[in-house]
């Protein structure tokens, strides 16, 4: 195998191991329980539009011949995105390293303030580890990780259908809820595109990066659609995993799960090990899928911090890994209260629609248009039309949502605000100081 074919193989994998983080293998299954059939094909449709503008993110910078965070700093002159961008990406590591580890911990630590913390750090340490010791082979090893992922999910899916009588209690109930159709809502639209987004992993700059590290005998297309396709998979497996691995327990756990959001799926996760009390091994599987799902994603959505802070502060890997999971700690400390964790992922979560519509800029400017003197086609404009159109009302109403909710989700409403804002508008600042 020559090395284009190896490292596309691998591209591939680490794609698919970004792509598929903790939501794919607990909170997809959720929204498919909760919207059934009528929302997995919405999900379908929005996923297969932000997979084409993934592609075209990184098929840009490939052509534009620049860095992705040197495009938007010397040629778009954006500057103030890739750092909201970076904001973000430390508050949602900050929920996320914790949500990680907890798959394994919970059953000691517990999911409280302290179980949190513990959780957190724990995983801070190792993400530490492999950004400063791995260095270039940190892709390989997030790609490896994606490939134990894969086959992880399938062998965990397998046993459960296996192992988990056709006649255990509450199966059919479960079956019923993925099978049913829904009205179009507003609710159900924003999930999937919700769903869709991260599904993708659209917001975080991901593919910004990737562009930067391929050249044009790479096809953006086989990798990132194979990538996404793997994610796909997983989120239908893993939803075949999560219904049998419910059915044992009581209607009340199922409805528990899948109208409880994510605080929801992590509460499940808690009482797995009561659920799964006669299935030991079953037990072992899904927790071990779950934790592979979450740090293939940490690693890859760590480097793009990594990078955006090295080129930004002048400083080498290891210095700027320090100052990465330094700030994620920073906020991990306060962010490990629950309720505050809740708000500021509601933030985040209303930020990603904004900042994927940041993401796409670079596709559809007329700055990089010149650099490359590549105009976008017809395809792509709609596209962006569809982005802009699709995102832009919901994050709005993500917002009204969050601030209606009231209380310390007020705090969330606060952040989305401030990120969105700096990164639309503080261009202006760095503009003025330059």
Do not use: C
Not at 6 to 12: E, I, Q, S
Not at 85 to 97: E, G, H, K, N, P
Not at 407 to 415: D, E, R, S, T
Request: proline fraction near 3%; avoid cysteine.
């Amino acid at each position: 195998m020559d090395e284009i074919r190896k490292w596309t193989l691998y591209l591939m994998f680490l794609v698919a191991g970004f792509a598929t983080g903790i939501g794919t293998i607990g909170l997809f299954p959720q929204f498919w329980m909760e919207y059934g059939l009528t929302g997995l094909v919405v999900h379908l449709l929005f996923l297969a539009v932000f997979t084409y503008v993934a592609i075209t993110e990184a098929e840009k910078v490939i052509k534009s011949g620049y860095y992705f965070v040197e495009l938007y700093n010397k040629v778009l002159r954006k500057p103030a995105m890739m750092l909201a961008v970076l904001a973000m990406i430390v508050v949602f590591l900050s929920y996320y390293t914790a949500n990680t580890m907890l798959v394994l911990l919970s059953p000691i630590v517990g999911t409280g303030t302290i179980g949190r913390l513990i959780a957190k750090v724990l995983m801070v340490a190792i993400v530490f580890i492999v950004l400063t010791r791995a260095k270039e082979k940190t892709f390989t090893i997030m790609a490896a990780g994606s490939m134990v992922l894969v086959i992880s999910v399938v062998v965990t899916t397998v046993a459960f259908v296996s192992k988990i009588p056709p006649t255990a209690a509450f199966l059919g109930m479960a079956k019923h809820m993925i099978m049913s159709r829904h009205p179009i809502t507003v609710d159900l639209v924003m999930a999937a595109i919700e769903k869709a987004i991260y599904g993708v992993g659209l917001g975080f700059a991901f593919y910004l990066m990737l562009g930067s590290f391929m050249n044009e005998r790479f096809n953006a297309k086989l990798i990132i659609g194979a990538g996404v396709i793997i994610q796909t998979i997983i989120g239908l497996l893993a939803t075949i995993t999560m219904v049998y691995a419910i059915a044992p327990s009581t209607p009340e756990e199922l409805l528990k799960y899948v109208y409880g959001g994510e605080e929801g799926a992590i509460h499940l996760m808690g009482q797995l090990p009561t659920i799964l009390a006669d299935y030991k091994g079953l037990l072992l599987l899904i927790a071990v899928s779950i934790f592979l799902a979450g740090i293939t994603s940490i690693l890859p959505i760590s480097e793009v911090g990594l990078q955006i802070i090295e080129f930004n502060t002048r400083v080498g890997r290891n210095r700027a890994a320090m100052y990465l999971m330094g700030l994620v700690l920073l906020v991990g400390v306060p962010d490990s209260v629950p309720s505050l964790a809740q708000a500021l992922l509601l933030g985040v979560s209303t930020a990603v629609f904004f900042t994927a519509v940041f993401e796409y800029i670079p596709v559809i400017s007329k700055n990089v248009e010149r650099v490359t003197g590549i105009q976008p086609s017809t395809t792509q404009k709609v596209a962006g039309t569809i982005l802009f159109v699709a995102l832009i009302p919901m994050g709005l109403y993500s917002l009204y949502t969050t601030a209606k909710a009231g209380g310390v989700n007020w705090i969330g409403v606060l952040l989305a605000v401030v990120l969105v804002g700096f990164g639309a508008l503080g261009n202006e600042i760095f503009g003025k100081k330059e």
